[in-house]
């Protein structure tokens, strides 16, 4: 897991780019399928990545919600990438 932190990110900016090993399934309905909000494309903000980092990332999009910068931290946001991770179709848009 990679996860970019942005230059503003003390002043009040929340995480949202998380970069994860391209071959992430979970079952589903008896099925093995790619979670929502995961994108494989070439075009995503993985590419730079890739090359900044020698490895195939893809793109999983969880923006942290209900962002409060005096309480809620990098902590918090692993604990929602966690959440959406343990069961991604439950989660609300």
Known sequence: MLIIVPESYGYGEPLKDLFVDPDLKIRHKGRVVDIPHYFPDMDSPAQRFQEQYGKNWRYLCVHQRRWNPKRDSILS?????????????????
Do not use: A, I, N
């Not at 604990?79 to 179709?89: A, G, N, W």
């Open 77 to 93: 946001y692993l604990t929602q990438v966690y959440t959406y991770l343990s069961d991604p179709f439950r989660w609300e848009d």
